[in-house]
């Protein structure tokens, strides 16, 4: 309905203007994997997943500064945080989007001016990610409010939190027994899992390395093996889930 009703305006605006004209969507990946099934025709439309990379966010961040006459991420660091020790903070910490790196350089620069410090050191760099971890919960949270289940996302929380315990992955058959245990019927099983991989608070590994769920061709298929194979697997928390986990649950 909401791309029928995209087109009609188009078509309303555009029409008398252009013989030929494409309507370009931008959705995030797992709004759009919500609603694939829901197309028809699909294939009149050609969909390209558009990622953004670490050093195109923080070429973003460089530009927004020197509109601010500061030249460059480097001209606000402290000694005890140089760009090789910023980045791997930021690589592990925070999301590949634009508005968390807004959100973490935002906090960073006003932490400073409000310490009326020159500089941005590691005190600094921890606070603004102490306000960064609270950010993401009230967003995840929000996410949460789209479920049909109706998963409270506190509870929840604070239930994984009792079965992780001070590690970093649960093994997926013990995280669906805690679905089970919060009465999740058994059809809601499987979409919240994909839910909460979309949104990237937890993450699967294949050979080391975690699979990036949003750049999947076909993520259901991924899932629907991951369903029949998950004995011996494990879910793993995003670094700053963790963070958010030990620190206020």
Same mark, same amino acid.
């Given at each position: 309905?909401i791309?029928f009703n ?10 008398h203007?252009? #013989? ?5 969507l931008f959705?995030?990946? #797992? ?6 099934e829901?197309?028809t025709?699909? #294939?009149?439309?050609?969909? =390209?997943v558009?990622g953004?990379?670490?050093n195109?966010l923080?070429q ?8 601010n006459?500061i030249?460059?991420?480097a001209?606000?660091?402290n ?8 980045n791997?903070?930021?690589d592990?910490? =925070?999301y590949?989007r634009?508005?968390?790196y807004v959100?973490?350089?935002?906090s960073?620069?006003q932490?400073a001016?409000a310490?009326?410090? #020159?500089?941005?050191?590691?005190k ?5 990610l102490?306000?960064y971890?609270?950010y ?8 949460f409010?789209?479920?049909h ?6 509870e ?8 992780i315990?001070?590690k ?6 013990k995280?669906?027994?805690l ?7 058994d059809?809601?099983i499987?979409p919240?899992?994909?839910?909460l991989?979309?949104i990237k ?6 050979e ?11 993520p259901?298929?991924k899932l629907?093996?991951?369903?029949k194979?998950?004995?011996n697997?494990?879910?793993?928390l995003?670094p ?10």
């Amino acid at each position: 309905m909401i791309l029928f009703n995209l087109h009609e305006v188009c078509a309303n605006l555009f029409g008398h203007h252009f #013989d030929n004209y494409s309507i370009n969507l931008f959705l995030r990946t #797992d709004l759009y994997n919500g609603i694939r099934e829901q197309i028809t025709e699909k #294939d009149k439309i050609t969909k =390209v997943v558009i990622g953004w990379k670490p050093n195109y966010l923080m070429q973003m961040i460089n530009s927004r500064l020197k509109q601010n006459e500061i030249e460059h991420v480097a001209d606000l660091l402290n000694d005890d945080l140089n760009m090789s020790i910023l980045n791997k903070k930021i690589d592990k910490f =925070v999301y590949d989007r634009p508005r968390d790196y807004v959100f973490i350089f935002n906090s960073l620069i006003q932490i400073a001016q409000a310490q009326k410090k #020159d500089r941005i050191n590691n005190k600094i760099f921890n606070e603004a990610l102490n306000y960064y971890a609270l950010y993401v919960g009230e967003s995840i949270e929000a996410e949460f409010l789209s479920l049909h289940s109706n998963i409270n996302y506190g509870e929840f929380v604070t239930n994984l939190k009792n079965v992780i315990g001070d590690k970093s992955k649960v093994q997926i058959k013990k995280f669906i027994l805690l679905l089970t245990s919060m009465e999740v019927d058994d059809c809601d099983i499987k979409p919240f899992i994909s839910f909460l991989l979309q949104i990237k608070m937890i993450f699967v590994c294949e050979e080391s390395r975690p699979v990036e769920w949003n750049r999947l061709s076909n993520p259901e298929v991924k899932l629907n093996h991951i369903m029949k194979t998950y004995q011996n697997r494990y879910f793993y928390l995003h670094p700053i889930i963790e963070k958010l986990m030990e620190d206020y649950f």
